[in-house]
């Protein structure tokens, strides 16, 4: 079954007004979302049970889009034992690239006790750079980060879980993940940072800014 926030997140696809998804077996309506015809059901069910035929019959590679130009356009997929239905303005590839790529992507989620622990390191050090960014130069302190989640990642169980954005260290998910790994590699991360915080500002500012960080923490807990 599909994720629902991956298929609300068709809806922010601007060439995308809607979506139908249907059970391959009986082409009832599991769910919809967006402007779409009525008849659109039927249409997915159909098409994409005929495509399926098609591909067994003729040895053809497994369905992955099918295309439909007419009064209204379509992009059929089978992302598992049903068919996806969207809505489109237009086939460009830009399009396209982003549905598959909402729908196929690798579910990152993981515990959600983990991925909790995880925001709340990333938010850490997220304030933390923000805090020696300050009277400094915020571009260097966004690549010691990146470069230390590069060096210190060295069996890749972060890389696709871990990115920084702008000034923040955002989440992706901590799929594969245990609480011990996290508070692992996190520390390093911290450590690395304040290594680098010592060596431009001296210990006791270093300490300071550290200090100023853990308030804010504290505060936003209340």
Request: net charge negative; with cysteine.
């Amino acid at each position: 079954m599909i994720q629902s926030e991956k298929l609300k997140g068709l809806l922010s696809i601007e060439n995308v007004s809607g979506y139908t998804y249907v059970n391959a077996e009986d082409g009832s309506i599991i769910t919809n979302g967006g402007i779409t015809p009525g008849y659109m059901d039927e249409v997915v069910a159909y098409i994409g049970s005929a495509g399926e035929i098609l591909s067994s019959k003729f040895n053809l590679r497994k369905l992955n889009c099918i295309k439909i130009d007419g009064r209204e356009k379509f992009v059929i997929l089978k992302p598992d034992e049903n068919y996806l239905g969207i809505m489109v303005d237009k086939f460009d590839d830009e399009t396209i690239n982003k549905i598959i790529g909402i729908i196929y992507e690798e579910d990152l989620t993981g515990d959600p006790k983990i991925l909790k622990v995880l925001n709340t390191k990333a938010r850490q050090l997220s304030l933390l750079i923000e805090e020696f960014s300050k009277g400094s130069d915020p571009e260097k302190w966004k690549n010691l980060l990146v470069k230390a989640i590069e060096i210190l990642d060295q069996d890749k169980k972060f890389e696709k879980l871990l990115r920084v954005e702008g000034m923040e260290l955002v989440v992706k998910g901590a799929k594969g993940l245990d609480k011990d790994i996290v508070d692992k590699f996190m520390k390093m991360l911290l450590d690395f940072l304040v290594k680098e915080a010592i060596k431009e500002f001296g210990n006791d500012e270093a300490k300071n800014r550290v200090h100023n960080v853990i308030e804010r923490l504290s505060k936003e807990k209340k």
